[in-house]
């Protein structure tokens, strides 16, 4: 039973396309991130959607786009590929905490952009 | 402008000694701070995570301690098996910052027989 599950795992492509990443959930919970770890191994926060409303949007290119259609799914769309894209996403959730967010999110296992 | 550094990017340690691991972090205002592990491969995994009205949190062979004073948290484990081997990532946050997490970069720990 895969908790936060994200594909594909690999994806290879050429500048200038665009392409989806779907992540999905079946803990029941409430907020989702997505992560972009890079070539020096950071994880930076990109996106995060509670109930289906954009709560955080780091400084992201507009090229990408999330797109939350229901709790359990987050997708994240990317228009016009550049080489600098190339990274790990990794999507993830949370339960909340009443009266706040919790902090202990569940990682799904990345997806591998290359852009060529 | 990285707010939480490791500044070790690596750390061997034999079976059954002790692995600490490092982790400092610049923003007075964290105030919640989480260690997880990830294996190649994989997502990262939530391993412990320690309040800052506390200063040490421990479970089972995992402990942290936190002092705020110096902006610093650790990592001990012991003692460290090989399964343990598995690249360490420290975390933090301010609690009502909608669970914006800001990693560090990460230390690889190898446990060798």
């Known amino acids: 039973d895969t908790a936060v599950s994200q594909t594909p795992k690999y994806l290879v492509t050429q500048m200038g396309n665009d392409k989806s990443i779907k992540c999905e959930q079946n803990?029941?919970?409430?907020?989702m991130y997505w992560y972009k770890q890079d070539s020096k191994k950071f994880l930076k926060i990109m996106f995060s959607?509670?109930?289906?409303?954009?709560?955080i949007n780091e400084t992201v290119p507009n090229r990408f786009s999330p797109k939350s259609p229901d709790k359990a799914h987050l997708n994240l769309h990317i228009n016009s590929l550049e080489l600098g894209d190339s990274a790990v996403y990794f999507c993830a959730s949370s339960p909340p905490l009443a009266g706040g967010f919790n902090n202990e999110q569940f990682f799904g296992p990345g997806t591998r952009l290359t852009v060529l | 402008d990285q707010q939480v550094k490791q500044n070790s990017p690596s750390l061997s340690v034999q079976e059954g000694r002790i692995s600490i691991l490092n982790c400092d972090y610049t923003?007075?205002?964290?105030?919640?701070f989480l260690w997880y592990k990830k294996y190649p491969a994989e997502g990262p995994t939530f391993l412990i995570s320690?309040?800052?009205?506390?200063d040490k949190n421990e479970d089972g062979r995992f402990t942290v301690f936190l002092n705020k004073s110096a902006k610093h948290l650790s990592l001990h484990i012991v003692p460290s098996q090989p399964g343990d081997s598995a690249v360490y990532f420290c975390a933090v946050t301010i609690s009502d910052s909608w669970g914006k997490l800001q990693f560090g970069s990460g230390t690889q720990v190898v446990v060798t027989p």
């Open positions: 320690i309040s800052s009205i506390k």
């Open positions: 923003n007075s205002m964290f105030d919640y």
């Open positions: 803990l029941g919970h409430d907020t």
């Open positions: 959607y509670n109930n289906k409303e954009l709560i």
